[in-house]
């Protein structure tokens, strides 16, 4: 029992040791206020316990709500701290699956001391851990680090289960996958193929098939069950449809067919082909380059394929690789954008794996290293340079600096008139005034609305409920009928407030006229010239890519519709702001020549 105890002690301290560095990394560059893309969405959804995007996420929100309970902060930044905790227990499961890859490897065993063994598997889950494409899923409020630790404990249980005959280590992976599929389904199911793949030689082993299988299902089960949380918050929150639209509440899931529209992510998949326009499946191979050293990357062909020709390891490795390939076709069905840090964490579960056949590979090559000082001090710097990945600059991916997508929001806010009528319509902005609103009890004054969503039926009806005042807006837009009627009835009650954008008709576009950030009648136009960005804004977008693709975007949409409607003044200021954001841009240049 001593010795036991004794051979375990390394690799629980080891296992502790990777979780605390990966953690640390991640809080070191969490995010300060609220981030764009859908990081402020998920943000007042946790906060909230509101209904996020398809196909829901409700693990990942009942998960992060634990954490807005704490005083630590603003709530963006506890939210990114309950991702942070689970990318530091993905760092750990890395960890363990190098372990459980060489304990079969006779000639890994008898070459190498388990303190060696264990510094390597360190070694190779901080080289995971500290991958720009992870560090930027685990230091903000997003879905992936959750989802990536939860596809990797299936992977690791199921191969327990394999390892040691004992079909509890199964059903709990089942459970897993089944919680997985209740965060992001894709993920999940295709790398859950690989768990399945490493439970399938138990099942033919064992002399109660039918009930293993049938308790394998049933355990799947228990975890689809957090889908529970759709219908009945959905529930609650139409009830309460009177006291605001703030909260997040996508679609209707209270229904059938509208819990399937959830889970299934229809919306996302009939975007595919714009997608996928931007996007090339020639980027796979090359993405996991430069999420890894490169030539610790390309060891990992070299790791899996001793561990295919190999009897005993043959199955661990054909879970991995099946788990692997999951992930990396979630990522082309999601679209391979590499400029879109969602897609790295589509294949966070495939940058894990990589990293374990390299890791494998690398005690491959210790095992044939006779002196064990060469072997030490091979051990030695393979460890250092992990940990010289360690994300110290203020530099994209590390985010304790970025503040300039919420700061601009809450300008924008701040400036509407009393009792205003804002609509907006790009989702980042809407994203992010729904968090200074329900987190930030900003402007409670101001009846708003998202003219993007005016097209779901349970989103209209609840404006319509909490702000009666825009109901009749609501219903032209959704009808493409009288809006121009409707917007001049409105101004008589509240100063309506529009963001520019694409979808806006024509003929409502020459009715306005511009207002500080924003639009207004043409009757209500101010004349006075806009602020410029503060330099340390501009500063931030030159370093953060999702902070210069939101601001470039205000600025470029807002200029379009200056030029259209002879603003020429507005659009050289905003010409101005586009140069300071991105010189370099095709589109802004096109645009500004035509505007001359």
Not at 311 to 320: D, N
């Amino acid at each position: 029992m001593e010795n036991k105890n004794a051979a375990a002690n390394p690799r629980l301290w080891g296992a502790l040791g990777v979780g605390l560095a990966a953690f640390a990394a991640y809080v070191f560059t969490a995010t300060p206020a609220a981030y764009p893309l859908d990081s402020a969405e998920l943000a007042s959804a946790a906060f909230g316990l509101g209904v996020a995007h398809p196909p829901g996420e409700e693990v990942t929100l009942l998960f992060a709500k634990l954490f807005t309970l704490l005083p630590l902060g603003c709530v963006a930044f506890k939210v990114a701290l309950s991702q942070a905790v689970a990318g530091g227990l993905a760092a750990m499961l890395v960890f363990g699956l190098v372990l459980v890859a060489l304990q079969n490897l006779d000639v890994v065993v008898t070459s190498t001391s388990e303190a060696g063994r264990v510094s390597v598997a360190a070694a190779t889950a901080l080289a995971f851990a500290y991958a720009p494409g992870v560090i930027i899923v685990s230091n903000r409020a997003e879905v992936y680090a959750v989802q990536t630790a939860l596809s990797l404990g299936a992977l690791w249980l199921a191969l327990r289960a394999h390892a040691t005959a004992d079909p509890r280590w199964a059903l709990l992976a089942a459970m897993l996958i089944g919680f997985g599929v209740g965060n992001h389904s894709l993920v999940a199911g295709l790398v859950g193929l690989g768990a399945v793949a490493a439970a399938v030689p138990l099942l033919y082993r064992s002399s109660a098939r039918v009930r293993l299988l049938s308790f394998s299902v049933a355990a799947f089960a228990v975890g689809l069950l957090v889908h529970a949380y759709l219908p009945l918050r959905a529930a609650a929150l139409f009830t309460a449809a009177d006291r605001g639209i703030d909260n997040v509440l996508w679609g209707d899931p209270r229904s059938w067919p509208g819990f399937w529209w959830m889970v299934s992510a229809k919306i996302f998949t009939q975007k595919t082909g714009i997608v996928h326009g931007n996007a090339s499946p020639w980027d796979l191979p090359f993405l996991p380059l430069q999420e890894l050293e490169k030539i610790f990357a390309l060891l990992a062909p070299v790791g899996a394929y001793v561990l295919l020709r190999r009897k005993e390891t043959r199955v661990a490795a054909l879970a991995l690789l099946v788990g692997m390939a999951g992930s990396m076709l979630a990522g082309l069905v999601g679209g391979l954008d590499p400029e879109n840090p969602d897609i790295r964490g589509y294949l966070g579960p495939a940058i894990a794996l990589i990293a374990v056949f390299s890791g494998t590979a690398i005690a491959m090559v210790l095992a044939f290293f006779r002196a064990k000082q060469l072997r030490s001090i091979f051990i030695l710097v393979f460890l250092s340079g992990a940990l010289t990945r360690f994300p110290l600059a203020d530099e994209y991916p590390n985010l304790r600096q970025v503040r300039a997508a919420d700061f601009v929001v809450r300008d924008m806010l701040s400036e509407l008139p009393a009792r205003a009528a804002l609509f907006t319509y790009h989702f980042e902005t809407g994203f992010l005034v729904g968090y200074q609103r329900l987190v930030e009890g900003a402007r409670p004054d101001v009846a708003w609305a998202h003219l993007a969503f005016a097209g779901d039926s349970g989103y209209a009806r609840r404006v319509r409920d909490a702000e009666p005042d825009l109901r009749g807006i609501m219903d032209a837009y959704r009808d493409h009928a009288g809006l121009g009627e409707q917007l001049a009835r409105l101004d008589d009650l509240r100063p309506v407030r529009i963001e520019p954008n694409l979808a806006t008709p024509p003929e409502i576009r020459r009715e306005l006229g511009p207002a500080g950030d924003l639009w207004t009648r043409a009757s209500h136009t101010s004349p006075a010239p806009m602020r410029p960005l503060p330099a340390w804004v501009v500063a931030e977008a030159a370093h953060n890519r999702q902070t210069r693709g939101y601001l470039a975007w205000r600025n470029y949409i807002d200029a379009a519709w200056s030029c259209e409607m002879g603003f020429i003044e507005r659009a050289r200021e905003r010409f101005a702001e586009l140069e300071r954001l991105v010189p370099e841009d095709e589109r802004f240049r096109e645009l500004q020549k035509r505007c001359q």
